[in-house]
């Protein structure tokens, strides 16, 4: 049971972190290629 318990809480920060830069990471891509249309 400890070990369950300490399994999916630190997989869940992992996963969010990396939810994260990967939000970044497209929105800056999405940023460069929609930048000189949208200006």
């Known amino acids: ?3 369950g318990a ?3 809480a ?3 920060p992992d996963h969010r972190a ?3 830069e990967g ?3 497209g929105s800056i891509e999405a940023s460069d290629i929609v930048g000189p ?3």
């Open 1 to 3: 049971m400890a070990h």
């Open 6 to 8: 300490v399994l999916p």
């Open 10 to 12: 630190p997989r869940r």
């Open 18 to 20: 990396m939810e994260g």
């Open 23 to 25: 939000a970044m990471i």
């Open 37 to 39: 249309d949208f200006i």
